[in-house]
């Protein structure tokens, strides 16, 4: 990857710079999530930094721009701003990403509109933030397996993204629930504010 930017400062003209970099930027993800999954995660060290939700939730989404915008997706954002949790910022990507990685495959599978919410509610001590999305509601038996390894119902899935988020969120002492009826799909996240030192 380092190299790569190197080429880019030396030769900003060269074709498919862009193209290998985000393709690097998809294997690292993968090669993490699998790391998770084997536990051998301990090879980076998590950090324990100052994350506000907005900004992370806004990375995310710049991240899966092209996505969305090739799914001709509709995306409804209600962010409260300004508050801060507690937490290691890479992995707490990573569960964002996971859930809507899995909203932008669900409304891919309808023709009618696509449409994402992302919202959050803070509250005294926690924050809930929710990625809904419309399109074919899970299974009321698969909602139980779904948290579970290598459960995947689609061709190229590895079924480890949703495993992942649920270690993630709980390393972070939060929650990870999942509600799914009448084509409305929604992933429930609770995380610990961080509370104002006074
Ligand atoms: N928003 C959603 N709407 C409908 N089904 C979902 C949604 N999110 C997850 N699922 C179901 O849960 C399964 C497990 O999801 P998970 O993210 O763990 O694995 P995956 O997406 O299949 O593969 P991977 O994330 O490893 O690429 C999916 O295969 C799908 O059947
Ligand atoms: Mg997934």
């Given amino acids: 990857m380092g190299f790569i930017k190197l080429l880019k400062n030396q030769h900003p ?11 690097l930027d998809q294997l690292k993800f993968r090669i993490t999530q699998f790391l ?6 301990t090879v980076f060290e998590t950090k324990n ?18 996505s969305i915008v090739d799914g001709n997706i509709q995306i409804i954002s209600n962010i409260e701003e300004d508050i801060k949790i507690n937490g290691d ?3 707490l990507k990573q569960v964002f990403l996971n859930l809507l990685m899995n909203a932008v495959d669900a409304v891919c599978e309808e023709e009618n509109e696509r449409r994402i919410n992302i919202d959050t509610e803070a509250g005294f001590d ?3 933030i929710n990625v809904s999305n419309n399109g074919s509601p ?14 995947t119902t689609k061709k190229l899935g590895t079924g480890i993204g949703l495993f992942v988020c649920k270690n993630i969120v709980e390393k972070h002492k939060g929650k990870i629930h ?9 992933f429930q996240i609770t995380l610990p504010i961080k509370k104002n030192e006074s």
């Fill in 36 to 41: 998770h999954t084997s536990k051998m995660n």
């Fill in 138 to 151: 899970l299974n009321p038996d698969a909602i139980e397996y779904i948290f579970e390894p290598f459960y």
């Fill in 126 to 128: 926690q924050i809930t």
């Fill in 89 to 91: 910022r890479n992995e």
């Fill in 178 to 186: 999942c509600f799914s009826k009448d084509h409305l799909t929604t």
């Fill in 13 to 23: 003209d060269l074709p498919y710079l862009d193209v290998i970099s985000k393709e």
């Fill in 49 to 66: 930094e100052d994350i506000t939700i907005n900004f992370l939730l806004e990375e995310v989404m710049d991240f899966l721009y092209p």
